[in-house]
């Protein structure tokens, strides 16, 4: 459903690519993880992905194709049609990605109100109702809340109800857990493999912890300076690791996490 | 509500001491009232005798008691060197000085809120550096400067008004608002600089915080973002920014209005305060803090209905 062809991403004020020549496929109903370190060009991947990148600042070349449609060179007006429609987005730390004077309820809405015509009863229903969906208690009550007034992980549920309420094709999750404590990361985590299962919506999960990858995703591609060195199957390259990066990474999980996850938390 | 409450509360309580302290400056300062009156070739004995027909020989506690009395039934005292009713004196300068503030303050807002606007959409290039420097050189202008440029160019040579004549307000409305208009213009310019800045560098920072990422995410174009999340987000530290300018206005408008000769609150300050006129001056200082401390509180119920984040602790 996602395919990424020969990716190329050089900010002008950098001296080298962001991302160099990636190709990544995504299936339908397939979660993806992306794993690298900081400045990997994982982030800038997706966000390009989500048509976030700020295009008068860098050079692109290559091609993404959403369900065959090309997005990388779409116009602007095109590009945000699809923008929150077919491409949900969920970023790291909720806090600060939430509009801190907009009710949790409103924000909730915000993408039915620009791209279908639902009534305001509408709007209203299928948000109690997505609010709902990500085990939220009491959504009438959270949809009048702010921002301010819910937990860290809280927020994180209502960010993930914002970005399927439209139902879109694809969500891109840019490290959702790790401004989050260890329970509730667990709990998310749970949450998005479920809401995977349930509606199939397929997921682009970005991290730099392969462990946590290794908890949701089916396949698992590596990055490191921009440039793609492993891919395929999360068990397969956990166990088997084929590049020093990827063996590096993996070394760099605590002993005992590695042991608990191979018993299976789930 | 409470906070509204509290809110109010302390805004009484602020008056209570600013007027206090205002009181006991009098005080404090030398220069006696009826030395003042009588000049120094008095003999003590006259002085003394006026001094407790003014009343000032009682303790001051008891002097702003009475005062504070006063001032809540209306009656402000009697000035020394007008003898007469300090409000008669006072209620005619105070619609001229609250005119003035109000077309200073309308021009500020007419031009300053579309330029800041414009001005925070179009970034780098040179038209921006062009303008951050008239931006630059607009906020160094004294008004009074201005004021002196505007007399000599619009009073002097275009005769648009007559510089140095006030006219009356009652007989000659537009003729005192053309007046007030070329006023307001010298004391607004500065602020007019200083507010296109301030709003200019408040929404750019706006538009570079995370939630603006989230709102292109859902498919906004940057019109909506500005309107439906940055704005609202910019307005907090905006109107707190015009409640000091609202108070600016009127601390500005008692050196303007000397330069226009407009017959203000603040040219009867000046001279009640050679004068010596305590009463004159007490009522006129305690009327300034008013507007002061009333638009600050004015800003911060506004800023509390918009953003809930400052209700905290005050609607528990």
Known sequence: ?266 | MKYAARRIASFLLTMVIVSFLAFMAFDVISGDPATALLGTEATPEAIAALRTEMGLDRPLGVRYGEWLLGFFTGDLGTSYVYHQSVSEIIAPKISVTLLLSFVSFLLILLISIPLGLSAAKRSGGALEAAGTAFNQFCMAVPPFFTGMLLSYLFGVILKWFMPGVFPDLSTDFPGAMRHIFFAAIAIAVPRIAMTVRMLKSTIQSEMRKSYVRTAISRGNDRSAVLRVHVLKNSLVPVITFLAQTMAEIVAGGIVVEQVFAIPGLGRMLVSSISNRDYPMVQAIVVILALWVVLSGTVADLVNQRIDPRLRLGGDR
């Not at chain 1, 007006?77 to 429609?85: A, H, Y």
């Not at chain 1, 208690?137 to 921002?147: L, Q, R, S, T, V």
């Not at chain 1, 857990?177 to 970005?206: C, H, P, W, Y």
Request: hydrophobic share 40%.
């Open chain 1, 1 to 266: 459903m996602l395919e990424i062809r020969d990716l190329h991403i050089k900010f002008h004020n950098r001296e080298r690519e962001a991302v160099s020549g990636v190709s990544l496929t995504i299936h339908d109903g397939e979660i993806l993880g992306l794993v690298g370190e900081s400045g990997s060009g994982k982030s800038v991947t997706a966000m390009s992905v989500a048509g976030l990148l700020p295009r008068k600042q860098c050079s692109y070349s290559g091609a993404i194709y959403l369900d065959g449609a090309e997005l990388l060179h779409i116009d602007r007006k095109e590009l945000r049609k699809k923008q929150g429609k077919a491409i949900g987005v969920v970023f790291q730390e909720p806090m600060n990605a939430m509009d801190p004077l907009m009710t949790i309820g409103k924000q909730v809405e915000e993408v039915l109100r620009i791209h279908t015509t639902c009534s305001r009863e509408e709007r209203k229903r299928l948000a109690l109702e997505a609010l709902a969906a990500v085990d939220l208690p009491d959504p009438e009550d959270i949809y009048g809340k702010y921002p301010h007034e819910l937990s860290g992980g809280m927020l994180q549920r209502a960010m993930i109800a914002a970005a399927i309420v439209i139902r879109p094709k694809l969500l891109l999750l840019d490290e959702p857990t790790t401004a989050l404590d260890v329970t509730i990361q667990a709990q998310i985590l749970e949450l998005l493999k479920r809401l995977n299962k349930e509606s199939g919506i397929s997921m682009l999960f970005i991290s730099h912890n392969l462990n946590v990858v290794r908890k949701l995703c089916s396949r698992v591609a590596v990055m490191q300076r921009g440039v793609l060195v492993e891919e395929g199957d999360v068990e397969t390259v956990f166990h088997h690791p084929q590049h020093p990066y990827t063996q590096h990474l993996i070394a760099a999980i605590p002993r005992r996490e590695r042991k608990e996850n191979r018993h299976g938390t789930k």
